[in-house]
């Protein structure tokens, strides 16, 4: 039996197994049938083998390089590295669909085992939720994509390879971490349409998906500083976020996710935003299904999307119109059980600051995915006004709108300054309300630290009023940040005699969800000032000769010299680029353009940075005439640009401390 018809029974039965899982756990839910129920359980995980034998199959297939699959001839070829044939598993849709379903199946089954014996009520309804998504998902490959499908005539003999932008280290680990992200989403989903179901709607189901919530949220963010980091590096100009439909999509989920984060907090302490925090799942999980359906339906303009597919298009369709009736049907029943406990009492107070935090990222979601959304509606009313003129009252079908990055950063700046604010804000307000006495001592300082730092940087030339700004919020979100920290070790030097840094590591471990937090913002802080340096980014554009010169800021940029290389896979042409400063060579770059022999019409772009702590030195080169040595280079200086890539960093470190949460670390934990 050949690897394709192995393939494709297993998906066959991954199908019917994800529907008979979801028959016995609703069915066991509904008698209180202990064997029902496990049997639904022991449904999911064999669907997590049988979706691991099918991956094994297809990764198997590209290593060997079985051309009679075509989903392996188009995404793969023989002169490709290991490890780019096994990642050419999730590198086009076909794969990157069962891929998910790898993820789904393994999540599914690791949080229903972790939570068995904890949330015996939920458990059935939750395994049901999410082995209808398996079904789906296998449906998909069963009937639209089926990543076995074969030649029937004409068996090709090489593959057509992996797109040539794909073959970067850092799309090895974005796409996984970006799925990773999503996938796990629907962990919290299906355990909150369980606590709707069954009327248990306290804070304790949303604190046993906290750590899930967070796991996404950690990877989500992992993928997208990954996918901007490649996009810095492969695509050559200059910068590291377009607002393209693809990048977008990943975003939409993180602002729902670190919502929901920030007000499940308000849940715990106070019993307020039940339906608020239920409805962000909600929202999330299918956040995730309609970044999904963007990039594989073909209905946005991207670089990095998949095709037009109206199939596929219209069965997601009906997916996320099914889930957003099943699931707000399902808050609306359960309203009178999601009443709050408490209410609002002040406007200065964390509970406020968090309301509003809540608002601005739901508006930042909503406004990303209408504008990238919105050149396709006036694609969709043009359609319409053409084939339906008199019925609808167009006469005018009109033209596809373009939206740009400027459209984005101009409302997005300030969206993103207002968070940055309440980051600093949010730790010096408390809770219930804040009285003026306190209010004064703890905004004394931020506040001194934001002047401070804008009038010394505006003294100095620093004149963009974004970067001022930005670096302002910096300058007062970083003393909020400090400022807790040693109050905190502070009260523990008092309490016992031990070091600074003994006192720091424990007052971390003993509220980890606190201070891991603070130390998450300041990440944040640091990335913010990254990307205030793209306020003074300097820009140039030339032409030059080897042995020619021209300036670039402080630096002197000269070319010497154009050399020709070629590997098994592809043809180099690499420029040497000297960087000079006050006289001085600081570096040689080397910028290169490649042409993949199978793929010769998708040239690459490989940039050269010198990296600083204050600023890269970003070179890239378009095109190249080898018989004059004439070079048209894209130059660059990026102030402050790896503070963004530290920052994240520091996020990472932040997020993991979150993680590690002891149960026994309570509301009061929290930031």
């Given at each position: ?167 970067n280290l850092y799309m090895i680990v974005h796409p996984p971490s970006l799925y990773l992200g999503y996938v796990s989403l629907a962990v919290p989903y299906a355990f909150g349409m369980a606590a709707l179901i069954t009327g248990q709607v306290d804070a304790a189901w949303q604190r046993s998906v906290r750590r899930w919530t967070l796991f996404s949220w950690m990877f989500l963010t992992f993928g997208l500083i990954l996918g901007g980091l490649w996009a810095y590096e492969e695509l050559g100009w200059g910068g590291y976020w377009a607002w393209d439909p693809v990048e977008n999509a990943g975003l939409l989920p993180w602002f729902t996710v670190t919502a929901f984060l920030h007000s499940i907090m308000i849940q715990e302490r106070r019993g307020m935003m039940k339906v608020w925090n239920v409805s962000l799942v909600i929202v999330s999980f299918l956040l995730t299904i309609v970044g999904t359906f963007m990039t594989r339906s073909g209905v946005v303009q991207s670089v990095h999307a998949f095709g037009a597919d109206p199939v596929l298009a219209w069965t997601f369709g009906g997916f996320m119109l099914a889930i957003v009736l099943f699931s707000f049907g399902l808050v609306i029943w359960r309203l009178p059980l ?334």
């Amino acid at each position: 039996m050949s690897i394709a018809t192995l393939g494709t029974a297993s998906i066959l039965l991954l199908f019917v197994l994800s529907l008979a899982s979801t028959g016995f756990s609703a069915l066991g839910a509904a008698r209180r049938s202990e064997r029902l129920i496990e049997a639904g359980l022991q449904g999911v995980y064999a669907s997590f083998a049988l979706s691991a034998f099918a991956s094994s199959l297809i990764i198997y297939g590209f290593i060997a390089g079985d051309y009679s699959i075509q989903y392996v001839q188009k995404t793969s070829d023989a002169a490709m590295p290991l490890f780019y044939k096994i990642t050419s598993f999730w590198g086009g849709l076909d794969g990157s669909m069962l891929f998910w379903v790898l993820l789904h199946t393994l999540f599914a089954s690791l949080a229903l085992h972790a939570n068995r014996d904890r949330h015996r009520e939920l458990i059935p309804h939750a395994a049901a939720v999410l082995s209808v998504i398996t079904a789906f998902f296998a449906g998909l490959l069963l009937f639209i994509k089926d990543p076995f499908g074969v030649y029937l005539l004409d068996i090709p003999t090489q593959g057509k390879g992996l797109n040539p932008l794909l073959q970067n280290l850092y799309m090895i680990v974005h796409p996984p971490s970006l799925y990773l992200g999503y996938v796990s989403l629907a962990v919290p989903y299906a355990f909150g349409m369980a606590a709707l179901i069954t009327g248990q709607v306290d804070a304790a189901w949303q604190r046993s998906v906290r750590r899930w919530t967070l796991f996404s949220w950690m990877f989500l963010t992992f993928g997208l500083i990954l996918g901007g980091l490649w996009a810095y590096e492969e695509l050559g100009w200059g910068g590291y976020w377009a607002w393209d439909p693809v990048e977008n999509a990943g975003l939409l989920p993180w602002f729902t996710v670190t919502a929901f984060l920030h007000s499940i907090m308000i849940q715990e302490r106070r019993g307020m935003m039940k339906v608020w925090n239920v409805s962000l799942v909600i929202v999330s999980f299918l956040l995730t299904i309609v970044g999904t359906f963007m990039t594989r339906s073909g209905v946005v303009q991207s670089v990095h999307a998949f095709g037009a597919d109206p199939v596929l298009a219209w069965t997601f369709g009906g997916f996320m119109l099914a889930i957003v009736l099943f699931s707000f049907g399902l808050v609306i029943w359960r309203l009178p059980l999601l009443r709050s406990r408490g209410e609002l009492e002040s406007v200065l107070s964390r509970e406020f600051a968090f309301l509003v935090n809540n608002w601005l990222f739901l508006v930042a979601a909503i406004f990303v995915l209408g504008a990238t959304m919105w050149p396709t509606f006036t694609e969709w009313r043009m359609i319409l006004a053409e084939r339906y003129p008199d019925l609808l009252g167009w006469q005018d079908p009109g033209e596809r709108v373009t939206i740009g990055a400027p459209f984005f950063n101009r409302y997005m700046r300030p969206l993103g300054l207002s968070l940055l604010l309440l980051t600093g804000v949010g730790p010096l307000l408390a809770w219930r309300k804040t009285s003026q006495v306190n209010l004064v001592k703890q905004f004394l300082g931020p506040l001194v630290a934001g002047v401070v730092t804008t009038v010394v940087l505006l003294v100095l030339g620093l004149g963009s009023p974004w970067g001022l700004a930005c670096f302002g919020l910096c300058a007062f979100t970083f003393w909020t940040i400090v400022q807790e920290f040693y109050r905190g070790v502070a009260l523990r030097r008092r309490q016992r005699p031990q070091s600074v840094l003994d006192a720091l590591i424990g007052l971390v471990l003993r509220a980890r969800r606190r201070y891991g937090g603070y130390i998450v913002h300041l990440g944040i802080v640091l990335m913010f000032l990254g990307w205030a340096g793209n306020a003074y980014k300097i820009e140039r554009k030339t032409t030059l000769r080897p042995g020619d010169t021209t300036e670039l800021g402080d630096y002197v940029i000269r070319h010497d010299g154009l050399r020709a290389t070629e590997d098994w896979q592809k043809e180099m042409i690499t420029a040497h680029i000297a960087v000079l400063k006050d006289g001085e060579q600081k570096t040689t770059l080397l910028p290169a353009r490649w042409w993949y022999f199978q793929l010769p019409e998708q040239p690459t772009t490989e940039v050269s940075r010198y990296m600083t702590f204050g600023e890269d030195v970003y070179v890239s080169i378009q095109e190249v005439d080898m018989t004059t040595g004439w070079t048209q280079m894209s130059l660059y200086i990026n102030p402050l640009v790896n503070w963004i890539w530290f920052g994240f960093a520091v996020m990472l470190a932040g997020s993991l401390i979150c993680v590690g949460t002891r149960k026994s670390d309570g509301p009061g934990e929290d930031v």
